[in-house]
């Protein structure tokens, strides 16, 4: 890939918050964040496909893709060692909050 402006920032970007993580508690902090976000993520995604029921097959499309996609970013972070595995926690910790989220809608509906 061509090293454009955009990429030198993000991976300067992420190298900085690799190297503010460093500390056990920031680092669980930033996970417990990023966990909590997708939990909202998934919580609001559920609760709007089940207030519009034309959208149902929509969002869970919407959350079939997002779920591979990051299954399929997760085989590369697992090659890299070191700092690398901060993204791996943060895709990981993402994934579960929206995986709870959405079985959380799901049990409200079905109540």
Known sequence: MQSTRLRRRG????ERLTLWATNPWRRSSLLLIVLLGGFVSGTSLGAL???VDAFDPLAALACVLVFEAAIRLRRPLLRQ???ARLGLDLLDMARM???YGLLLEGFKASV
Do not use: D, E, K
């Not at 991976?11 to 992420?14: E, I, N, R």
């Open 11 to 14: 991976a300067l970007a992420f």
């Open 49 to 51: 496909a089940g207030a």
């Open 81 to 83: 060692a070191g700092p």
């Open 97 to 99: 909050g929206l995986t």
